[in-house]
């Protein structure tokens, strides 16, 4: 059974990067395509972009300038950068199996991360 | 970007009843929509693949219909544990994009 575990800091500081990082248990990373979405309080849910080992990643246009998505074979994870935060950024932050051309599953429980000085 | 639009925003409903959400979306898509229940405090959990693929473990109550532009979630009959928020989700093409959500409550 595969299983996903976001992690990274809770708080980060105005125009500095948000990282994360997601393991995958349970499976290898090297077999799917890995997504992040995000969450703002009380809101709807926003695909930030996807990436597969091989490097075929695909980014949200809303968010392409400031996203790189990353993979680390030998760790079995993924991980998120955000550069130039803002409060707009706050968010719960999730990591999920799949995006290209197909559904999210599953996901990790979500990291919540808030853009404050 | 495809919008995804959802309706009702908002349902109340009781125990038992038999409640359709529906979502539409602003191109053809074929079947290329996917159905999910959040709950609060919660990761999403996929219902409904490709339209109207039953995902593993889900209950026989839930079913997804339609193609092309519009689209439906059915529960037949509405138990406790199915009072939650969900979303579609187009994953015709990037960005893949989610309607607003559907809040579902306690009548």
């Known amino acids: 059974q595969v299983h996903l575990q976001e992690s990274g800091p809770g708080l980060v500081k105005p125009s500095e990067t948000l990282s994360l990082t997601c393991n995958v248990s349970?499976?290898?990373?090297?077999?799917?395509?890995w997504s992040w979405i995000r969450q703002p309080p009380g809101k709807g849910l926003e695909w930030i972009g996807y990436l597969h080992y091989s490097g075929n990643n695909n980014y949200n246009p809303s968010l392409k300038s400031r996203v790189i998505i990353s993979i680390d074979t030998s760790k079995n994870q993924f991980s998120l950068q955000l550069t130039s935060v803002t409060a707009a950024d706050t968010a719960v932050y999730f990591c999920?199996?799949?995006?290209?051309?197909?559904?999210?599953?599953?996901w990790g429980q979500g990291t919540l991360v808030t853009v404050s000085s | 970007d495809i919008q995804m639009t959802q309706s009702p925003s908002s349902l109340s409903a009781s125990l038992g009843d038999r409640v359709t959400i529906t979502c539409r979306a602003s191109?053809?898509?074929?079947?290329?929509l996917n159905w999910y229940q959040q709950k609060p405090g919660k990761a999403p959990k996929v219902l409904i693949a490709a339209a109207s693929s039953l995902q593993t473990g889900v209950p026989s109550r839930f079913s997804g219909s339609g193609s092309g532009t519009e689209f439906a979630l059915t529960i037949s009959s509405l138990q406790p544990e199915d009072f939650a928020t969900y979303y579609c989700?187009?994953?015709?093409?990037?960005?893949?994009?989610f309607g607003q959500g559907t809040r579902l409550d306690i009548k």
């Open positions: 349970g499976d290898s990373i090297s077999t799917h395509y």
């Open positions: 999920a199996s799949g995006g290209h051309s197909d559904w999210l599953d599953p």
């Open positions: 191109q053809n898509i074929n079947n290329d």
């Open positions: 989700q187009q994953s015709y093409n990037t960005p893949l994009t």
